[in-house]
């Protein structure tokens, strides 16, 4: 229900555009964030946006300022812009979505995407 596309191989600096596209939910009643999982790493909540007011997360300085989600519920469909890609942004990034306040707690969201894989080059 939830396909996560969009990932490649990018070398340092450049930028990628993921897509969540949704289907068998109506979008606009759901917050959808964005996880990610580096090699040999946990699982980590990087950005969320919400369902009343499209307010917007990030977790912290290391994708704020590069990363912008946003979402267009017409398309059913949620995107993550990443600007200014580093190499540690190579990771598996998996996008979720639920009737929830915006959050990383991984067990509170119940529809995953199966992840899109993003390598970036030094």
């Known amino acids: 229900q939830l396909q996560a596309s969009g990932g490649g191989l990018v070398q340092q600096g450049g930028s990628l555009r993921l897509s969540c596209a949704v289907s068998?939910?109506?979008?606009?009643?759901?917050?959808v964030a964005w996880f990610r999982q580096a090699p040999g790493k946990k699982r980590e909540g990087i950005s969320c946006?919400?369902?009343?007011?499209?307010?917007?997360?990030y977790r912290d300085d290391s994708v704020k300022g590069r990363f912008a989600i946003s979402r267009d519920d017409d398309k059913k469909t949620v995107y993550l812009q990443m600007d200014s890609l580093k190499p540690e942004d190579t990771a598996v990034y998996y996008c979720?979505?639920?009737?929830?306040?915006?959050?990383?707690?991984?067990?509170?969201?119940?529809?995953w995407g199966q992840g899109t894989l993003v390598t970036v080059s030094s």
């Open positions: 979720a979505a639920d009737i929830v306040a915006c959050n990383y707690y991984e067990p509170l969201w119940k529809y």
């Open positions: 068998g939910f109506t979008l606009d009643y759901y917050a």
């Open positions: 946006i919400s369902i009343s007011d499209n307010s917007t997360y």
